[in-house]
């Protein structure tokens, strides 16, 4: 007998719910709250928002590479906040920030974001050869 449908295929389609007749779980927030955001992208904005305050007072920032890594390499000593490179005939200058080193020393967010901004301050200094306090007069003060 021929069956009235059309032919079933061989290969499982793909389920859209569970065997508790639930769907696919959707997103906790929608992407417009900030708590949809990690804390990677949350310190990434942190830095974000020092580099371009910075830039306002020192236009020549803008040929820096400012990076966010998680953990520096392992050193015997201590464990940095941040690191600058000078730039190379290959690229430009580099000022690194370790994300988990300064989580884990800011205990609220105010006090992340303030050291945020005075890692970079101190790492811009460095790069540039001057005083933290020049580079951003208002250094140590907040």
């Known amino acids: 007998m021929d069956s009235p449908g059309p032919p079933r295929p061989t290969e499982p389609r793909p389920r859209r719910r569970d065997r508790h007749g639930r769907g696919m779980r959707g997103p906790v927030a929608p992407p417009q709250v900030p708590l949809s955001l990690s804390r990677a992208d949350t310190f990434r904005d942190l830095v974000q928002d020092s580099v371009e305050r910075l830039e306002r007072r020192w236009p020549q920032l803008a040929d820096v590479d400012f990076l966010v890594m998680e953990v520096p390499a392992p050193r015997d000593d201590s464990v940095?906040?941040?690191?600058?490179?000078?730039?190379?005939?290959?690229?430009?200058?580099?000022?690194?920030?370790?994300?988990?080193?300064?989580?884990?020393?800011?205990?609220?967010?105010?006090?992340?974001?303030?050291?945020?901004?005075?890692?970079?301050?101190?790492?811009?200094?460095?790069?540039?050869?001057?005083?933290?306090?020049?580079?951003d007069p208002r250094y140590g003060q907040d």
Do not use: F, W
């Open 80 to 135: 940095p906040l941040g690191s600058s490179e000078p730039a190379t005939r290959d690229g430009h200058a580099r000022v690194v920030v370790y994300r988990r080193p300064v989580e884990l020393r800011a205990k609220s967010r105010d006090e992340r974001a303030l050291l945020v901004h005075e890692v970079v301050v101190e790492q811009v200094a460095e790069l540039l050869g001057l005083a933290p306090e020049s580079v």
